[in-house]
Every structure is written in structure tokens, then in C-alpha cells.
């Protein structure tokens, strides 16, 4: 199994919540919102699967990296950390109705990351959804080639101020 297909039914599942959310927003049915909170708890437990997945298909490519290399992963991420900060705020308080709101902005998030991003052009879907390295720029692989230097050390006349008149 891949991260791609978990991502896939992280997508339906949160779906599934949005609308089991609606339909508790409407009928206040405990029994609704009871099963709305557990297709969630469902879909955060797949795509936190398919993160540690990601992660470590990043580890076999070699470059060994969370998943947050560019926007893909990123807003995949987004989804996940909004679905868990509601999922702890739910077994603290047992607020469902919050749920109708915060799904729909995690459903959106992951299918924007799946959807939103093929444009048709197979290369460039291959792009936003690989696995890539961070840019150089941003890792400073620069300091990796310095070289120890000798501290500065200044003649005896540079230790003679000025003497100024005005």
C-alpha cells in the first residue's frame, strides 16, 4: 500500500465525516455525531499512516526528510494538524458541532492536494507530488565548505587612540 491510495481514502473518509457532520449540524442526533467523530478518528489515522509512509519512502529515496518538502506535502500536513487539534479538542470537551466546520476545511486541503494539483500535464503532476530534496538555498550548504581561519590580530600601533583637538 501506498501513501498516495492512503492519501486517497484519507480524502473520502474526511468526506464521509463532512457530511455525517452536516447531518448532525441538523438533527443533533448523538448517534450521528458519534459516527461522524469516528470516520474522522478514521481518516486522521490513514493519513497519519500515509505521512509516515511518505516519510519513509523519502528514507529509501536516500534524501531522509519529513514530509514537508514542498506544497504538496505541506498542505497535506495543514489537514492532518487541523483533523488532530480538533480530535483532541473533541475528547476533551465533546463539542461535535465544530466538527461541521473544521471538516470541510480538511476535506478541502486534501483534495486540493490530490485533485487540485493534476493539471493534465502527467510531468508536471509528477512534480508536485515527488519526493524531493530541500532547496539548496534554504540548507546554507555553504557553511559546509568554510574553513577555519585565525582570529584577527591587530599591530601594536592600532592600540594607540587618537588624540583629537577641537
Not at 141 to 163: I, W
Amino acid at each position: 500500500m501506498t501513501s498516495s491510495l492512503l492519501f486517497n481514502i484519507t480524502t473520502f473518509a474526511y468526506f464521509i465525516s463532512m457530511l455525517a457532520f452536516f447531518a448532525f449540524l441538523a438533527s443533533r442526533t448523538k448517534a450521528v455525531g458519534t459516527a461522524a467523530m469516528l470516520v474522522a478518528y478514521g481518516g486522521l489515522l490513514a493519513q497519519s499512516v500515509a505521512i509516515s509512509l511518505r516519510w519513509k519512502e523519502s528514507y529509501d529515496l536516500g534524501m531522509g526528510h519529513a514530509p514537508l518538502s514542498n506544497l504538496y506535502e505541506s498542505v497535506v500536513f495543514f489537514s492532518w494538524t487541523i483533523v488532530l487539534i480538533y480530535a483532541l479538542l473533541d475528547i476533551k470537551f465533546k463539542y461535535r458541532v465544530i466538527g461541521a466546520f473544521v471538516m470541510p476545511f480538511a476535506l478541502l486541503g486534501m483534495a486540493w492536494a490530490q485533485l487540485g494539483m493534476n493539471t493534465g500535464n502527467a510531468s508536471v503532476q509528477i512534480f508536485n507530488t515527488s519526493i524531493r530534496t530541500f532547496p539548496n538555498s534554504l540548507t546554507n550548504s555553504m557553511l559546509l565548505h568554510l574553513q577555519r581561519k585565525e582570529p584577527f590580530k591587530a599591530d601594536e600601533d592600532a592600540k594607540v587612540t587618537s588624540k583629537v583637538k577641537l
